[in-house]
């Protein structure tokens, strides 16, 4: 019975930044890690982010390392997105999900949309 529920997306500029937010159910959020997972027009959803269930350990796609930042807010059962110096192939439906080892666990939510003008 866990929903995953995206939001934050939008149509920024090159250049620019979005903060993506997702809020998951209180067990999955407290018993596992989180991760942040997209997919492109025409391509395979592909790893992203993901950050362990204390927040003391991430891991990043080399693609996004050092432009984005995962984070997670326990009290909210919330875990972000912070995207900085977006580029036009960052434009995906971005997803959330809990994970182990960078694994998804649960089906996937709705997802939210990124889109990077130039």
């Known amino acids: 019975q866990v929903q995953l529920v995206e939001s934050g997306g939008g149509l920024v500029q090159a250049g620019g930044s979005l903060r993506l937010s997702c809020a998951a159910s209180?067990?999955?959020?407290?018993?596992?890690?989180m991760g942040w997972f997209r997919q492109a027009p025409g391509k395979e959803r592909e790893f992203v982010a993901a950050?362990?269930?204390?927040?003391?350990?991430?891991n990043y796609a080399d693609s996004v390392k050092g432009r984005f930042t995962i984070s997670r807010d326990n009290a909210k059962s919330t875990v972000y997105l912070q995207m900085n110096s977006l580029n036009a192939e960052d434009t995906a439906v971005y997803y959330c999900?809990?994970?182990?080892?960078?694994?998804?666990?649960?089906?996937w939510g709705q997802g939210t949309q990124v889109t990077v003008s130039s």
């Open positions: 950050i362990s269930w204390s927040g003391t350990r991430t």
């Open positions: 999900n809990a994970v182990v080892h960078s694994t998804p666990l649960m089906d």
């Open positions: 209180g067990r999955t959020f407290k018993n596992n890690a």
